[in-house]
C-alpha cells in the first residue's frame, strides 16, 4: 500500500484516496501509464481518474459546443481526449473508472460504493 502519495492531492483525490487506502490495496499515485499519468494505479490493473467538473466539463454542467478557457479547448474535444485515453488504457490492458468532481463531493458514500465494486473487493467488509 502506497500511503505516500508522490504529488499534493486536491480535494477531490483526496477523498478517493483515502477510500482506497481504507480498501488496503496497492495505489499508486500520479502514475505514469504509457504517455499519460493517471490519478491512481491501484493493484496494477486498476486505474481511476478523478474529472474536475471544469477541466473535463461534466456534461451535466456543460454543453458540448462551451469553450474551456483554461484548456482552450470545447467541451467535445476535451470529451474526445478523454474518452481516447480510456480507449488507450483498455487496450493496454488496464480496467478503467472515472468519478466526476460533483458526483465525489455530493456523494462520498455511493462513491466509496463505485470504488469498491471496481476495484473487485467484497463491499460487505469494513
Given at each position: ?6 504529488k499534493?492531492?486536491n480535494?477531490?483525490e483526496?477523498?478517493?484516496?483515502d ?8 495505489v ?5 501509464v504509457?504517455?499519460y ?7 496494477g490493473?486498476?486505474i481511476i481518474e478523478?474529472?474536475g ?10 454543453s ?16 474526445e481526449r478523454?474518452?481516447c485515453?480510456?480507449q ?5 490492458g488496464?480496467?478503467f473508472?472515472?468519478l ?11 462513491s466509496?460504493?463505485?470504488?469498491k465494486?471496481f ?5 460487505q467488509?469494513?
Amino acid at each position: 500500500m502506497d500511503s505516500f502519495p508522490r504529488k499534493r492531492l486536491n480535494k477531490i483525490e483526496k477523498k478517493v484516496f483515502d477510500i482506497l487506502n481504507s480498501l488496503q490495496r496497492s495505489v499508486q499515485t500520479n502514475a505514469a501509464v504509457g504517455k499519460y499519468n493517471v490519478d491512481f494505479l491501484v493493484d496494477g490493473k486498476y486505474i481511476i481518474e478523478c474529472y474536475g467538473d471544469f477541466w473535463h466539463c461534466n456534461p451535466t454542467k456543460y454543453s458540448a459546443g462551451y469553450f474551456n478557457r483554461g484548456k482552450k479547448k470545447t467541451a467535445e474535444e476535451i470529451w474526445e481526449r478523454d474518452e481516447c485515453r480510456k480507449q488507450l488504457f483498455e487496450q493496454l490492458g488496464y480496467e478503467f473508472l472515472f468519478l466526476w468532481e460533483s458526483e465525489i463531493n455530493g456523494n462520498t458514500k455511493a462513491s466509496c460504493k463505485r470504488i469498491k465494486h471496481f476495484v473487485k473487493h467484497d463491499t460487505q467488509e469494513q
